[in-house]
Nanobody
Framework: QVQLVESGGGLVQPGGSLRLSCAASGSIVRINTMGWYRQAPGKQRELVVSITSGGSTVYADSVKGRFTISRDNAKNTVYLQMNNLEPEDTAVYLC????????????????WGQGTQVAVSS
């Protein structure tokens, strides 16, 4: 089993910043891509940003220039620095990790965290 634990959400005013963290633990041989999705009330879940083990990133257009993803491969942890937050960024943010476990070494499985709430409001 693999567990993803997110932290760092909260309430912030427009223009403010937050830093999310997500630590993966459990039976992990390797983590390929890690990422952040978000889901706002009444909206579909959307990809915010992803990062490969080599550091290649893909950002949603709506967050380019404001959000920065990074990861610490030694700690199996991914971070999301969110600056200049807007009310439209309000959502539950979910971490993902594409994991290879020792039980199925030829299969990559996507695991999801439970999510952390981000609310941007004055």
């Amino acid at each position: 089993q693999v567990q993803l634990v997110e932290s760092g959400g909260g309430l912030v005013q427009p223009g403010g910043s937050l830093r999310l963290s997500c630590a993966a633990s459990g039976s992990i041989v390797r983590i390929n891509t890690m990422g952040w999705y978000r889901q706002a009330p009444g909206k579909q879940r959307e990809l915010v940003v992803s990062i490969t083990s080599g550091g290649s990133t893909v950002y949603a257009d709506s967050v380019k220039g404001r959000f920065t993803i990074s990861r610490d491969n030694a700690k199996n942890t991914v971070y999301l620095q969110m600056n200049n937050l807007e009310p439209e960024d309000t959502a539950v943010y979910l971490c993902t990790a594409d994991v290879v476990t020792p039980y199925q070494p030829t299969i990559v499985t996507r695991w999801w965290g439970q999510g952390t709430q981000v609310a941007v409001s004055s």
